[in-house]
């Protein structure tokens, strides 16, 4: 593995000459080999160690131990503390040797697999990771890209070859590449030995979509772009095989430049924790002085006097030296204000939490019978604090289907289902879909419900005839029959594919193609079409069109495309028609289908044969080619006549609208990032419903300069601001905003608003001069988009908004495009799709469907971060209390560190006595039912606001345990002063009163955790009696005479127990101690429930008075979007393929696109909270920067 980590200087560029390793071995390029293990056999204790002892709650622990080996200072044993401390240590040591164990499996399993290599005229097996930069490997079918190749031929013609980029860019769909004409014949295996090139070459980056270079061969040279890469992580797909030279390996190739590199996480729970135990420890550092001092002090004026009977110890010279000793002696004792079982017991709660996850059937998909998995046991309680959301689409949010619904033929609509009443049937309530059997070459998996259009076809109506001609004609679908009659279509986008399915079912199959001619069997008859031009989609014309003659020889133009782009090149003859179709698109857009308009126009012979010579005279120009054949395209593609229109369903994971409605409810903003296209990804927003047509305005920034997005975004800002004015909501450009408030300003202004950035703005907008910029206006709006992103953007905008905000990030993807955002958010969730498992080998978390992410927030991260408060609150105010009993017992025992407690009690207290119950509360406790988180999202704020434990909580726990400890002290002292026993003697001694103060600690401490205990189980109530009756029968037993007799020398005081607990003052002395320790609670916590409860004693008091009532479930109504259409088409098609087919270069291709919802957050009690917290925030990068709410 030493060859992974070899430090490299910089590459300026990148050279690589084809079978000459001594030549490429100067240049000490990467080999193949990676390494995402972070340990070895030798440097795992050292480092793991190191790691450990970084918290400082470890540092604190072993300096204790340390301390209480010295005998002169230490008055505790010192296995108190080396048993746990190493306990926790060899637990998370395992742990993390587990975790490492299966990285290096992993890299073993994928350095470890077979490529064949071109060595000296020779194919030969090697490993992976022994793969050099100008080796020649052949690829067959169906493997995966060893490393970043440069195609040099291939089995298909032209050099050609298919590829699935899935592991790249979430896609699924294949893409194609091609080898330059001068290599592309080089298929022979001698050819190859003999081939000599060398590429010059960019050094490695993480570009996945460009590419520049040159090759040099026989005194030529050539250029190479990314057309002619196959990228690691790839798939090869139907090519038989093909040659590449290596340019890039291992970790130089740019799927390993995409990774981002493993961080460890810790939760804001953690990292307070760590700041409050350096709190405490100086808070148990000012306790030591202040006893030191005092015993100083008396040892000077009183302990001087008792010398004959308290001699000092050899080593003591003076009360100074003495006070000095005490010091460490009280650190040692009052340390258990933060005793390493808290860090047991967060583990252990921690670790329930997860096993909930893993066993919550509701998060379970019996259809890939794959369960939730917690694949860390460290951010539970985090998932309860999440405020943005960075999602993939394709595979999360979608599931890459694509449906044909309905369409619009001629003025009529089909598509609905009707009863015999002429209502509008239901999905449930449909039939039987339409019966296809008459076609023997229909594909069986479509279904379509209404019967009336195949009637319709059979009827042989010419507009229904014309309608689906057009499907089968207009389109860049590769057709492959492997067996007779079976077909399989290969389409580079899924709208396509939707569209040649549908017209094969309805009688219009597509059978083949060749450069010039397209095939289609209509209605049982073959009938071939000459192909005489493509004029093929950009995103600009946003539409498609062909030009055909029929075997009559009549010339036909058929367009699909954009309804926005298309509506306007039609013949004003249609003007009826188009009114009835723009309201049936604007149906189908409101039920949030992908529409598509399609039209035609017969051209004559004379007319095309001029067209075709100006055709040819523009794509043979050398400047402004593109320009010169849009202005051709566009005259040709006017004056058409309106066949109809056709709506596409883009199949959603089942829960997705709900899941963002619930989640955008409880104030968690989603922002996605995807590498589609713009259209695609705005198409899914609003499918989604992230988007909606109620918003006061959508953002759409493409600038391609940086002054341009700068531009873009102000005039974004602007807008914003400009309607919070009109709105009169207080804002005003004349007031003076400090910079200060900005961001808290924009995020509270009216109105609600979307960004949608493309991946080259964008990477001008995550310049270090324009973050904040480009942050601070995408945090105003409900909603953001990024498409066209690279995986490494991905995690650069999560990274921009740890750095600014003070938030929980929680990124879900499916792909290895999305293992940089999943490893960079505080929170990274897999989802375990179509796209392979490396997003789930990287997450924290993983399931199989988008909608557990709610369940995953709204139910487990919040009852994990409940729980987790509450039992930090209830810890430390239970340690305090007992602890602090030790201080004020310092003055009434010259300072000597005496203990109140024996020995034994001071062990077992955290261990035996108080751990049980407050775990039953740390793991089972919840404040509402699940029904009720999930009914009410706006419970999930208080964890976003940090309200349950930060430092104010933290303070009023500790205030509380010192509270309690005052009068665990001194109302048993005050009591025993005169007090005597039932035969008159003193009942004042150090064991009594010792036996008395505990008890009285342990049942105010378990009272307590009954107050604070919101959900009872048997388990609850087994451990807090449980633990009181082991109290007891602990306390008897070492008072016992049995033990004395076994251990005199440490079971010194026979039957004190017994006797001091059979006194009745005692008893009334305990009972007292307890009432006035918790009265205060129960009347505070009352009052509070009274006068000011929030939203949880809300819900529960609703819940106790509906109890006898049938429960009401809420149902969310589907809202419908109207007003504004939304084409599919041109959202997911590419440009290009046109005339790959036209030249006869084979092709076949697929893009995915899909959708969800979203509904207003509503306001709530904690919206005053939000604004002060957001109006508190600090400037990020100093005060000259504008600084971002908190």
Request: glycine residues 6%; aromatic residues 12%; proline residues 3%.
């Amino acid at each position: 593995m030493a060859l992974c980590a070899k430090k490299r200087p910089p590459e300026e560029e990148r050279r690589a000459r084809a079978n000459d390793r001594e030549y490429n071995e100067r240049f000490q390029y990467a080999s193949n080999c990676i390494k995402t293990s972070k340990y070895n056999i030798l440097t795992f204790l050292p480092v793991n160690l190191f790691e450990q002892f970084q918290e400082v709650a470890n540092t604190y622990f072993l300096f204790l131990l340390i301390l209480q080996l010295i005998p002169q200072i230490s008055s505790l044993s010192w296995f108190t503390t080396i048993v746990p401390l190493v306990l926790v240590l060899t637990i998370t040591a395992v742990k993390d040797a587990t975790d490492d164990y299966f990285r290096h499996k992993s890299d073993n399993q994928v350095n470890n697999r077979q490529s064949q290599v071109l060595i000296n005229g020779i194919l030969q097996q090697e490993q992976w990771m022994n793969v050099c930069v100008g080796d020649i490997i052949k690829l067959e079918n169906n493997q995966f890209v060893a490393a970043d190749l440069l195609l040099l031929s291939s089995s298909e013609p032209h050099g050609l070859c298919y590829i699935e980029t899935a592991e790249l860019d979430g896609e699924t769909n294949m893409k194609v590449r091609q080898a330059i004409p001068v290599t592309s014949e080089l298929g022979d295996i001698s050819k190859l030995a003999k081939f000599d090139g060398e590429v010059i070459c960019e050094p490695p980056n993480n570009k996945l979509d460009k590419f520049s270079g040159t090759l040099y061969w026989k005194e030529n040279k050539f250029p190479l772009s990314n057309q002619n890469m196959l990228l690691r992580g790839c798939v090869l797909r139907n090519t038989e095989w093909c040659f590449g030279l290596v340019i890039f390996a291992g970790p130089d190739t740019k799927l390993m430049q995409n990774s981002g590199r493993t961080k460890f996480k810790r939760t804001s729970i953690d990292r307070l924790m760590n700041t409050l135990v350096l709190w405490i420890f100086g808070f148990l550092v000012c306790m030591g002085v202040i006893l030191a001092i005092g015993n100083a002090i008396w040892e000077h004026e009183v302990g001087t006097r008792f010398q004959v009977y308290l001699p000092w110890d050899e080593a003591v010279d003076s009360a100074f030296f003495s006070g000095f000793l005490s010091f460490w002696s009280y650190i040692i004792i009052l340390n258990t204000v933060v005793p390493i079982s808290l860090y047991v017991s967060v583990e252990v709660i921690r670790l329930g939490h997860s096993y909930f996850i893993n066993w919550d059937k509701k998060m379970f998909c019996m259809k890939k019978r794959t369960p939730a998995e917690a694949r860390t046991t460290t951010l539970n309680e985090e998932l309860g604090q999440v405020e943005y959301i960075f999602s993939d689409k394709t595979g999360t949010l979608t599931q890459n289907i694509m449906v044909f619904n309905k369409c619009s033929i001629n003025g009529r609509s089909y598509g609905d289902v009707f009863d015999v009443l002429g209502h509008k049937a239901e999905l449930g309530e449909r039939p039987e879909p339409v019966n296809f059997s008459f076609n023997p070459l229909a594909d069986k998996k479509f279904l379509f419900w209404d019967p009336t259009l195949l009637e319709a076809v059979k009827m042989g109506d010419p507009h229904t005839h014309e309608f689906f001609r057009l499907l089968s004609l207009c389109h860049t679908v590769m057709s492959e029959e492997k067996n007779e009659g079976e077909l399989y279509y290969k389409a580079q986008s899924p709208d396509e594919g939707a569209l040649v399915t549908a017209a094969r079912n309805f009688g219009f199959v597509f059978r083949s193609r060749t450069p010039k001619t397209i095939t289609v069997h209509e209605m049982g008859t073959a009938i071939t079409y000459q192909l005489l031009a493509i004029l093929d989609f950009n995103n600009i014309r946003k539409r498609m069109s062909v030009i055909v003659r029929n075997p009559e020889g009549k010339i036909r133009l058929y367009c699909k495309g954009a309804d926005t782009i298309l509506l306007d090149r039609l013949h004003h003859s249609t003007q009826e028609l188009l009114n009835t179709t723009t309201d049936h698109l604007n149906e189908y857009a409101g039920e949030g289908l992908r529409t598509l308009v399609l039209a035609y126009k017969d051209l004559d012979e004379e007319y095309y044969e001029e067209w075709a010579e100006r055709r040819l005279q523009a794509s043979l120009a050398q400047d402004s080619r593109e320009d010169r054949l849009a202005s051709v395209y566009e005259e040709v593609e006017s004056d058409m006549l309106l066949l109809g229109a056709t709506a596409i369903e883009d199949k959603l994971q089942q829960g997705v609208p709900e899941t963002i409605a619930l989640l955008t409810l409880a104030n968690i903003k989603i922002w996605v990032l995807t590498g589609d296209k713009q259209e695609t990804a705005v198409n899914i927003g609003y499918s989604c419903k992230m988007l909606t047509d109620d918003m006061t305005e959508v953002f759409i920034v493409t600038g391609h300069t940086v002054l341009e997005v700068r531009e873009e975004l102000r005039k974004a800002r602007e807008k914003m601001m400009d309607s919070s004015r009109t709105v009169g909501n207080g804002f005003t450009y004349q007031e003076k905003l400090s910079s200060s408030k900005l961001t808290s300003v924009l995020e509270a202004v009216a109105g609600e608003y979307a960004l949608v950035i493309n991946g080259h703005s964008l990477a001008h907008a995550l310049e270090a001069d324009m973050e904040l910029e480009f942050l601070e206006t995408a945090c105003a709006c409900k909603a953001v988009i990024c498409c066209r992103v690279t995986p490494l953007q991905k995690a650069q905008v999560v990274e921009l908004v740890k750095k600014y905000k003070k938030a929980v990030t929680l990124a879900i993807g499916d792909g290895a495009n999305d293992v940089s955002m999943i490893k960079t958010a505080h929170i990274g969730v897999g989802i375990s799709g179509q796209e392979g498992i490396q997003a789930v080998l990287a997450s924290d978390y993983s399931f199989s469907q988008f909608k557990f992410l709610q369940r995953l927030l709204l139910v487990h991260g919040r009852w994990s971060y409940l729980r987790m408060c509450k039992f930090l609150c209830y810890f430390f105010y239970k340690n305090f209390a007992f602890t602090m009993v030790h201080f004020w017992f310092g003055f009434f025992c010259g300072f000597s560190a005496q203990t109140v407690y024996d020995q034994y009690f001071i062990t077992l207290y955290n261990i035996v006595y108080t751990s049980l119950p407050v775990l039953a509360m740390g793991v089972f406790d919840q404040d509402v039912p699940e029904q009720r988180s999930m009914e009410y999202p706006k419970l999930y704020e208080p964890g976003q606001l940090n309200l349950l434990f930060n430092k104010r909580e933290f303070f009023i726990c500790i205030a509380q345990g010192i509270y309690t400890s005052v009068l665990m002290f001194f109302i048993p002292y005050g009591a025993f002063a005169e007090a005597t026993r039932d035969d008159g003697t003193q009942l004042a001694d150090y064991q009594s009163f010792a036996v008395t103060v505990a008890t009285s600690l342990v049942i105010v401490v378990s009272v307590q955790i009954g107050l604070d205990t919101g959900y009872w189980t048997a388990i609850n109530h087994f451990f807090i009696w449980g633990s009181l009756a082991v109290y007891f029968a602990i306390l008897f037993a070492m008072h016992s005479n049995g033990l004395f007799d076994m251990f005199p020398n440490q079971f010194r005081f026979v039957g004190n127990a017994q006797n001091t607990l059979a006194q009745p003052t005692v008893w009334l002395t305990i009972v007292l101690t307890t009432v006035v320790c918790i009265m205060p609670v129960v009347a505070f916590r009352f009052l509070r429930l009274n006068l000011k409860p929030d939203l949880s004693d809300t819900v529960r008091y609703t819940q106790l008075v509906r109890k006898k009532q049938k429960a009401q479930h809420r149902c969310m109504r589907r809202v419908g979007r109207t007003g504004s259409r939304r084409s599919g088409y041109a959202f997911s098609h590419q440009e290009g393929f046109g005339e790959l087919i036209m030249s006869g270069k084979n092709m076949r291709l697929s893009s995915l696109a899909l959708s969800g919802f979203t509904t207003r957050s509503s306001s709530s009690w904690i919206e005053s909270l939000r604004r002060k917290k957001s109006d508190s925030a600090s400037s990020p990068s100093g005060g000259a920067d504008k600084p971002l709410k908190g």
